[in-house]
T-cell receptor
Framework: KAGVTQTPRYLIKTRGQQVTLSCSPISGHRSVSWYQQTPGQGLQFLFE???????NKGNFPGRFSGRQFSNSRSEMNVSTLELGDSALYLCASSPGTASIRNEQFFGPGTRLTVL | DAKTTQPTSMDCAEGRAANLPCNHS???????VYWYRQIHSQGPQYIIHGLKNNETNEMASLIITEDRKSSTLILPHATLRDTAVYYC?????????FGTGTSLTVIP
């Protein structure tokens, strides 16, 4: 099976712009989660989608949003970019049943730099 | 919300067992303990998880204390490729809470 893929891998934007990142989960996985990783804050949970519905949300401002399509692919969007949004954005997929035993499989991440 | 406490860093000699401790004293009865590792700038990689029994797979062993307030990840024969940040996570339904992890350096 192919792993989780994320596009683009690297991105440079300027303050005030918006950005859309894409994640394709492992085939058959229905749950997609997004994380932000920065040197200062570590790995922080953004949100999780399951069957096109947001299931959980972390403590991030409304500038961060996401969605999931019927094929389980997911996008996250950050509007009005700030310098502090520079980070590695990671996507993870899991089979997405209600079982809490399901591990998450991470993609390689998108490195976003805001200038 | 940090639910786990791990040492910031550890060293281990190549070929020796690496024992990485984790404290999760507030763990609930329905929360599992997961371990992931992250090699520099890559996505985290799943290692192992457990509820209350000790678990073993091809990568590692997980020892959970009887009161479930702490656990130890054991890499039986550490190699240079095991140098990474190791995260101990507790999770019920919902999100994974990653702490700051333990930076393990395997020394030749």
């Amino acid at each position: 099976k192919a792993g989780v893929t994320q596009t683009p891998r690297y991105l440079i934007k300027t303050r005030g712009q918006q950005v859309t990142l894409s994640c394709s989960p492992i085939s058959g996985h229905r749950s997609v989660s997004w994380y932000q990783q920065t040197p200062g804050q570590g790995l922080q949970f953004l949100f999780e989608y399951f069957s096109e519905t947001q299931r959980n949300k972390g403590n991030f401002p409304g500038r961060f949003s996401g969605r999931q399509f019927s094929n389980s692919r997911s996008e996250m969007n950050v509007s009005t970019l700030e310098l502090g949004d520079s980070a590695l954005y990671l996507c993870a997929s899991s089979p997405g049943t209600a079982s809490i035993r399901n591990e998450q499989f991470f993609g390689p991440g998108t490195r976003l730099t805001v200038l | 919300d940090a639910k786990t406490t791990q040492p910031t860093s550890m060293d281990c000699a190549e070929g020796r067992a690496a024992n990485l401790p984790c404290n999760h004293s507030t763990i609930s009865g329905n929360e599992y303990v997961y371990w992931y590792r992250q090699i520099h700038s890559q996505g985290p990689q799943y290692i192992i998880h457990g509820l209350k029994n000790n678990e073993t797979n091809e990568m590692a062993s997980l020892i959970i204390t009887e009161d479930r307030k702490s656990s130890t990840l054991i890499l039986p024969h550490a190699t240079l490729r095991d140098t990474a940040v190791y995260y101990c996570i507790v999770r019920a339904l919902g999100q994974f809470y990653f702490g700051t992890g333990t930076s393990l350096t395997v020394i030749p």
